[in-house]
């Protein structure tokens, strides 16, 4: 319900901003629009945090979960507890600086300076959290040690993680260039696709683990469908990925390149 | 390999994917009002 109510704060503060003019107006749609995004970055990482860390499950396959009680990692946590949280402002870092690193690659002058030394300062946060995140998780979910120790080529996927870091950290210093800031761009992506994977392979075959142990925990094989409507799901799978790809395609290459520089009073779409 | 694992492994790519492009969207909000 609360991503829902920051998803509506989004869209209104986009489209209220320019109806009427005035000193207040606007830059209060944009805090608005500012803190909801924040706020959604941050829970979408503490929802990431909970499967990691498991719910309470029971023999049903149902669990009720506080929103918090008191913040401390134990059975009886509720979804806010201290990982969580680590793990919502871990992914707030890091989704900033993705975010400004994409300003910096879409725009010039005076923002693009400020987009690339957020970026700059926010790689600090992001690899701190980054370290520390890792660290915690190794102790917090067990089975994410247990799967890459055994299966090591799993650790493709951290190796992917890092080396989008060090990139980032790379691409982000020495001469300023349009080719540099798509290199730190897609740094950044190869990131999170690291973090994302080495937390999906860590987790297999778990897709939400319970507190409560193994037994109770959902996996690809008790909520698994036919293998018959897997192959149905996977042909229509593919047709729909292909639409989808073919459109996203469409639209880089339709808004390819730097944008241009507004007043700030325009419409904000 | 296994439906199970080939859906597994999908949906771990489509919701690393949902991230990488949505997410910059989601991150240059966040920051937004600094670029003013």
Redesign the interface.
Known sequence: MMVLWLLILRGISIEFRSHVSGPLWSPFWDLIFCLSSALLAIFYGAALGNVVRGVPLDASGYFFEALWTNFRFSKDAGILDWYTILVGLAAYFALAEHGALWVALKTDGAVRQRAQRIARLGWWGVALLTVGLTLITLRVQPLVLANLTGRPWGFLFPAIAIAGLAGMFAFLRGENTAARERKAFFSSSAYLLGMLTSAAFGLYPYVLPARGGAALSLSIYNTRTSDRAMQIGLAWWIIGMILATSYFIFVYRRFAGKVGGGTGDEHGY | MA????????V??M??VY???D??????????????
């Open positions: 439906m199970p694992t080939v859906w597994f492994c999908l771990a790519v919701i690393a991230v990488l492009l997410g910059f969207d989601l991150g240059r909000a966040s920051v937004v009002s600094t670029y003013r």
